[in-house]
């Protein structure tokens, strides 16, 4: 499994990418929209963990562009952001994210979450 992590802020990326990697999960970063948007096209990953406030295009726009892209809507979208009022959830849902997810977050929610998304019973394998 491939996973996109794009967050602008570093120690949350590198917080996300340890603890995916110790599920076995390939991981790529991106700190930006539209770094995230090349990198998602580029790899095409299983899964984007998606910060919704960066830098560029923010990350209801990244989402939009790729899930209603019918080359990448396959790929699933993990919302993780600090935004958490219900109008931002249901412009998160409504802008192609498969789950949203509020920080600070649990390690074992979040991997949760991608098991779900994905239909895999152990995330990397």
Not at 20 to 46: N, Q, S, V, W, Y
Not at 64 to 79: G, H, P, S, T, Y
Not at 85 to 101: F, I, L, M
Request: aromatic fraction near 6%; include cysteine; proline fraction near 4%.
């Amino acid at each position: 499994m491939t996973a996109l992590i794009v967050d602008d802020d570093k120690q949350m990326r590198l917080l996300i990418r340890a603890l995916l990697e110790a599920e076995g999960i390939e991981c790529h970063e991106a700190e930006d929209g539209f770094k995230a948007l090349t990198a998602a096209r580029t790899i095409h990953p299983d899964v984007v963990m998606l910060d919704v406030m960066l830098p560029g295009l923010d990350g209801y726009k990244v989402s939009r562009m790729l899930k209603f892209d019918e080359n990448f809507a396959d790929i699933k979208i993990i919302m993780v952001t600090s935004r958490e009022r219900p109008a931002d959830k249901e412009t998160g849902y409504s802008t192609g994210a498969d789950r949203y997810v509020t920080k600070p977050f649990k390690p074992q929610e979040l991997i949760r979450v991608i098991r779900e998304v994905t239909g895999t019973g152990i995330a990397g394998r």
